[in-house]
């Protein structure tokens, strides 16, 4: 079972740059969301999407874009990467936010900016 | 302001032994709190989830307890396994028009043989 599925695991950016964060679930899962992963911090919600054609801000949405034109995918986009983005990132899915159900993570994406 | 704090920050015993694990949290209105386990490099995974009329969920030698009253949980894990070093991350759900979910910053867990 793949559940959910981030690619890539690592990437060296350099200040600037740009790069998707990709996530697929096979799930049939309606929401998704992104969280970026901090030393000594909890996860932080970047964006989240609670269906095709429906996205939403989170709590650190600054300098990330997102979209989702089928149920399966969604990526993160850094259109200009800052070294404030160096962290790991996870993309979850769940069928109802995760209030009451449970957040499925993929295994993370680790993100340097030089 | 709603928070999750958790403690220790991280924690060592030996390989066989007890431990429990501390979270507190000030969310309201209180949905429902889960234990997550992260294994390094890993994404986290859910042990147990509880609302707030369960005061005890298990899962294997993981033990999960909420007082609700006090707005604090528990996870106890019993006659641990290396396996078991890992950090265990305390999330809390709040109920309302804009529900939020708060994640605490995780215990790290080293098991020692």
């Known amino acids: 079972n793949a559940g959910v599925t981030q690619t890539p695991k690592f990437q060296v950016l350099k200040t600037g740059q740009s790069m998707t964060l990709q996530c697929a679930q096979d799930?049939?899962?309606?929401?998704m969301s992104w969280y970026r992963q901090d030393p000594g911090m909890g996860l932080r919600l970047i964006h989240y999407s609670v269906g095709a054609g429906i996205t939403d801000q989170g709590e650190v949405p600054n300098g990330y874009n997102v979209s989702r034109s089928t149920t399966e995918d969604f990526p993160l986009r850094l259109l200009s990467a800052a070294p404030s983005q160096t962290s790991v990132y996870f993309c979850?899915?769940?069928?109802?936010?995760?209030?009451?159900?449970?957040?499925?993570f993929g295994e993370g994406s680790r993100l340097t900016v030089l | 302001k709603n928070q999750v704090e958790q403690s220790p920050q991280s924690l060592i015993i030996l390989e066989g032994k007890n431990c429990t694990l501390q979270c507190n949290y000030t969310v309201s209105p209180f949905s429902n709190l889960r234990w997550y386990k992260q294994d390094t490099g890993r994404g986290p995974v859910s042990l147990t989830i509880?609302?707030?009329?369960?005061n005890t969920k298990s899962n294997g030698r993981y033990t999960a307890t909420l007082d609700a009253d006090t707005k604090q949980s528990s996870l106890h894990i019993t006659a641990s396994q290396l396996s078991d070093s890992a950090s265990y991350i305390c999330v809390v759900s709040a109920r309302s028009s804009a529900s939020k979910i708060i994640f605490g910053s995780g215990t790290r867990l080293s098991i020692r043989p």
């Open positions: 979850a899915s769940s069928t109802d936010r995760g209030f009451t159900g449970e957040l499925f």
């Open positions: 799930m049939n899962h309606e929401y």
């Open positions: 509880m609302t707030f009329s369960e």
